[in-house]
C-alpha cells in the first residue's frame, strides 16, 4: 500500500474547489473553500445548448480546470500538469508524486466511480488521491459524495480514460510553493476585478450577464425541449443547487467569498464598502437562483408551464443584479 500521511479530507461543496484545498492545505496554505472559488475567478454563467444534448445546461462557474490554473498563477504557485493518451504513462504520473509523498490531483468522468451517487456523465469532475493499493484508489471527493472515499483500480482506469464534453486525457496534477507561502489578501481585489470583467464583457450571448438574460428568454419554452419533462426539469434544478455547487449555481460561495474578503482588505478607495455591496447583491442574487431552481423543479413534477415563465421573470431579475454587483466590483481599486 502507498498512502501520503497527513492528509486532510475535511467536507467541501465544489470538486475542484475540494481537491485543490487537500493539495494547498498539504503544502501548508490552509484557505476556506469561498476564498478558494473567489481567488481563482471561478464564477460565471454559461447557457449551453447543442444538438447533441439531451437537455439545456445552465452552468455558473468557469470550464474546468480554469479555476485551478487561474488559482495557481494568482498565488504563484507552481503548477505540474500531465496529460497523455497512455495509460501506463497516466499511472506513473500519479503513482510518481503519491510515492513521493504528495496527493495529486485527477481529472476524470464520476461516471464510473464506484462511490459516485449520480449516474451521469461528468468529464469535468476532479478528485485529490492519496493512495492506492493492490486493489483500490483512495481518494478526497465533495462532502456530498462522502469526502474520504476508495474506489477500484478499474473503474478509476476508466473513468481517468472517459472521452466526451469537458474530458481531458488522464490529466494528473500537483500543486507546490517553492517561493513560500503567498499572502491571499494581496490578490484579492485583482481575482474579483478579472472576474467582474469577464462576466460584464462576455465574449458570446449566452454567457455573462447576457447569457443569464438569455436564459430568462429561454427557459419559459423548455417543456417544447424535452420529451420528458418530469425527468428533465427537475434534474436541471437538482444540478443548480446540489449538483456540486455550494447551492445557488455557485453564488452561495461567491457571496461568502465577498463577505470574507471583506474582513480581510486594508481598506482604500472604498474597498470594503464596495466589496460589502458586492455582497450584498450576491445575496440577493442567491437567493433569486434558488427560486428559480425550485420553480423549474416544480414545473417539472406539476407539468405547469407557468411555472416556467416565473422563473423566466426571475432570471430578468438575477441578470439585472447580478450587473448591479459586478459593475461595483469591478471599479475595485487596491
Not at 500521511?5 to 501548508?28: F, I, M, N, S, Y
Request: proline share 4%.
Amino acid at each position: 500500500m502507498t498512502m501520503v500521511k497527513h492528509v486532510d479530507a475535511r467536507g467541501a461543496q465544489h470538486c475542484e474547489t475540494a481537491t485543490l484545498g487537500v493539495l494547498l492545505r498539504h503544502e501548508g496554505l490552509d484557505l476556506s473553500e469561498p476564498m478558494l472559488f473567489g481567488l481563482g475567478s471561478g464564477l460565471s454563467f454559461i447557457y449551453w445548448d447543442s444538438k447533441n444534448l439531451d437537455f439545456p445546461f445552465l452552468g455558473g462557474r468557469v470550464k474546468p480546470f480554469e479555476l485551478t490554473r487561474n488559482l495557481a498563477a494568482r498565488l504563484g504557485l507552481e503548477l505540474s500538469v500531465q496529460e497523455t493518451g497512455s495509460a501506463r504513462r497516466a499511472w506513473e504520473n500519479v503513482t510518481g508524486p503519491l510515492g513521493a509523498g504528495r496527493p495529486v490531483g485527477l481529472q476524470l468522468d464520476s461516471y464510473y466511480l464506484d462511490y459516485f451517487g449520480s449516474r451521469m456523465h461528468f468529464g469535468g469532475h476532479v478528485v485529490a488521491m492519496y493512495g492506492y493499493d493492490e486493489s483500490d484508489a483512495y481518494l478526497v471527493d465533495t462532502e456530498q459524495q462522502g469526502g474520504a472515499v476508495s474506489t477500484s483500480l478499474t473503474s478509476l482506469a476508466r473513468a481517468r480514460s472517459a472521452r466526451g464534453p469537458m474530458a481531458a486525457k488522464h490529466r494528473s496534477f500537483t500543486l507546490s510553493a517553492p517561493g513560500g507561502l503567498p499572502s491571499p489578501q494581496e490578490r484579492i481585489v485583482s481575482a474579483i476585478t478579472v472576474c467582474a470583467d469577464a462576466f460584464l464583457h462576455p465574449p458570446i450571448a449566452n454567457s455573462g450577464h447576457r447569457g443569464i438574460e438569455k436564459a430568462g428568454k429561454l427557459v419559459p419554452t423548455w417543456f417544447r425541449r424535452t420529451e420528458d419533462p418530469q425527468r428533465d426539469l427537475p434534474q436541471a434544478a437538482v444540478l443548480m443547487e446540489r449538483g456540486g455547487t455550494g447551492g445557488a449555481l455557485f453564488r452561495n460561495l461567491y457571496r461568502d467569498f465577498l463577505a470574507e474578503c471583506a474582513e480581510l482588505v486594508v481598506d482604500g478607495s472604498g474597498v470594503r464598502s464596495a466589496l460589502r455591496s458586492g455582497h450584498r447583491l450576491y445575496g440577493e442574487a442567491a437567493v433569486l437562483w434558488t427560486e428559480v431552481a425550485a420553480l423549474i423543479d416544480e414545473a417539472g413534477r406539476s407539468g405547469d408551464a407557468r411555472c416556467l415563465v416565473r422563473a423566466g421573470t426571475v432570471l430578468g431579475d438575477v441578470s439585472r443584479v447580478e450587473r448591479e454587483a459586478m459593475q461595483v466590483l469591478s471599479r475595485l481599486q487596491g
